[in-house]
């Protein structure tokens, strides 16, 4: 019996004003709480999470359900599998209640899985520091629990990017399956990322696309694809299991309704079952069934992204490497700034699909591309992006008053000890906590106070530091804290 897995990934981006630079909204004033409304066209946004509602996720929830339901008490029961992204929970809550209602129906029906993701659909896995994926998996996973009542144990990265060190972090915090795509072995095989005992599971990107992108292709020379047809396909393929994965508005969106896609979804189910060797499973059931076949070690990321099935859709062009590198160096300043509404616009930021909209090559990629861009064309996505990325790190700055380079803290050369502070008040936090022997070594060789005078700019406040070199353990402790908290009132 071969094991069919249907997963699909359900994701809206959260779109920027395309006019904000063009309209000179940089650096305007902003009322507290107000920010995200200075950045993000929530007008757009909700008009078009509600007109895809309509075409997609509501008429779609509804034949899943119908059928989840019509094989209920079979032998061999309907089972989907679901890939939340954080952000598009939340304007299902913001939007269309009725939307996150009919999944909630779904899910109730005990036949459905909700697999885990980052909650802001980022590149956070590919960050050298790699704090904010654990961190953005952790806002997922409470709330999965908040909305299901469920604790996922399958993970699906930002469109599958894979590779062993997002096996061995995903391990680390207790999933027991990983999605990635099937170029990396056959995908109708379970297999053992390396150096973990997680359960590897791969998307057959063929038979997957033969629906998300082939189905209405009229040059196709399988065209029309039939569910009888589809499901004879996959009687005939060989392997413990076949993992279909794709968009969930691939249903209505994507495939429009004359195009007969949900005709296809509702025969799909019956024709599949009918066969004596198929059977549908969720990926949790499919990693604890099976054995692993092999061992697989991917050092390069791996996605479903384009032909390249890598990160150039995200990362192929200088553009969008500026602005990944600009938005990744802006992490420490704000999360030092202990400010809530400047991390949410941050995290914001980090949504994969702002430099997917960058992309510069052509062909068939780049019309997938042109398809899914609000913007005329990746410059003006660009532009608008770096802008943004600007004016948020001008308020960072107003808000700490951010030195121009970090101060790092070490208990000798190549000694670091991973404390890391870019204004006054995070130099403060790290004084209370950080090793004596630290704060010793950099007081012997004026490391702070060179900082203060040359980085954060501060010649009164280097001035009263520079005398303390006398001064060690608790009492040099003290001195510092004491200094460095009447400047802090000083300036408030």
Known sequence: MTDVSLCFEVHQPVRLKKGFFWEGLPLRKVASGHLKDSYFDDQENRRIFNRISSKCYLPTNRIILDEIKRFENAEKPFKVAYSFSGVFLDQCRRHNPEVLESFVSLINTDKVEVMEQTYYHSLASLYEDKQEFFEEVKMHRELIWDTF????????????????????????????????????????????????????????YQLTDDVGFRFSATWWKEYPLTADKYSNWLSSTEGQCINLFC??????????????????????????????????????????????????????????????????????????WACYTYEKRLEAPVKESLDQELLDVWRTLGLSDHLYYMFTW?????????????????YDAAV?????????????????????????????????????????????????????????????????????????????????LEGLGDLQGGRLRRRLLKIIESSLKGRS
Request: aromatic share 10%.
């Open 149 to 204: 009542g469920l604790k996922p144990t399958t993970f699906e990265n930002t469109e599958l990017l894979y590779n062993d060190q997002i096996a061995q972090m995903v391990e680390s915090l207790g999933y027991k399956a990983i999605f990635a795509e099937g170029v990396i072995a056959d995908p109708n095989y379970v297999y053992k990322p390396s150096g973990t005992e997680l359960s590897l599971l791969l998307r057959n």
């Open 247 to 320: 968009d969930y508005e691939t249903f209505g969106e994507h495939q429009w309704p004359e195009t007969g896609i949900f005709e296809f979804l509702k025969a799909l189910p019956g024709d599949i079952l009918k066969k004596q060797n198929l059977s549908f499973a969720l990926p949790s059931e499919i990693a604890a069934k099976n054995k692993a076949v092999k061992e697989i070690s991917i050092q390069d990321p791996v996605s479903w992204a384009d032909l390249e099935r890598d990160t150039s859709c995200w990362l192929g062009n200088a553009l969008q």
């Open 362 to 378: 052509g062909g068939g990629a780049g019309e997938v591309h042109s398809y899914f861009s609000p913007y005329s064309n990746a």
């Open 384 to 464: 608008t992006f770096f802008a943004v990325l600007s004016d948020l790190h001008f308020r960072v700055k107003e808000r700490l008053r951010l030195a121009d380079e970090p101060f790092k803290f070490s208990t000798g050369i190549d000694q670091p000890t991973g404390d890391v502070a870019w204004s006054l008040e995070a130099l403060h936090r790290a004084l209370a906590k950080v090793d004596i022997k630290s704060i010793e070594y950099h007081s012997e060789n004026g490391d702070l106070t060179n900082w203060t005078r040359t980085s954060l700019g501060d010649e009164l406040l280097a001035d009263k």
